[in-house]
């Protein structure tokens, strides 16, 4: 029997066997959120940067997240250190609830690799896409960059 | 969304041609008496 040996390597999934996709098939940071089931947890990172954010006192937008997620965890991590020529203070959360996430921390908790907890008002489900927002207040920033990780669930 | 109410009652909008979107405060929520009375406390 004549036999195509391009043919014979193009297998259908169904004719695969168990684990036969492992880490050595898979191009690094391939799997992303909507590949993953709705029970699994996805995360999302949203970046406050003052080089391009800006520093005025004022609640920034920093993306958003998706309709009817739970969100149940995550942290922020603090990249370059928050600086200020007055008493400023951020907060990290969304629009309408503005401390979700992080309440109002002054400057001088915003240092070099600080990590807080972003678990101020969590549990949350959002109703509707919810912008995530980082809010300064009191004074003005002259410099920083804070990356906050949100972890979440797809609900019903 | 160009304007909301935060969750404490501060009022923000959305500054014009903001990029990123970015809110400004224009109105803060009057503080609530700091004086709370103790639940069960004696009259």
Do not use: C
């Not at chain 2, 923000?12 to 503080?31: C, G």
Request: glycine share 8%; no cysteine; aromatic share 6%.
């Amino acid at each position: 029997m004549p036999q195509n040996r391009k043919i014979q390597n193009f297998v259908e999934n169904k004719f695969m066997a168990d684990d036969a996709v492992g880490a050595a098939e898979l191009v690094d940071d391939a799997v992303g959120n909507a590949a993953l089931g709705a029970s699994q947890p996805k995360n999302v990172k949203f970046t406050y940067a003052f080089s391009s954010d800006g520093g005025a006192v004022s609640s920034i937008t920093l993306g958003t997240l998706p309709d009817k997620a739970i969100v149940t965890g995550g942290h922020a991590e603090v990249e370059a250190a928050v600086t200020s020529s007055g008493s400023a203070t951020v907060a990290l959360g969304l629009v309408a609830n503005t401390d979700a996430f992080v309440a109002a921390t002054a400057k001088g908790s915003l240092t070099l690799n600080t990590v807080l907890a972003t678990s101020n008002d969590l549990p949350l489900k959002m109703s509707g896409d919810t912008p995530v927002i980082a809010t300064i207040a009191t004074g003005a920033l002259t410099a920083g960059k804070i990356n906050l990780f949100v972890e979440y669930y797809e609900g019903a | 969304m160009d304007e909301w109410t935060d969750k404490n009652g501060d009022l923000y909008r959305l500054i014009p041609d903001s990029n990123p979107r970015a809110y400004e405060l224009v109105k803060k929520a009057k503080k609530a008496s700091s004086r709370k009375k103790k639940a069960g406390a004696d009259e």
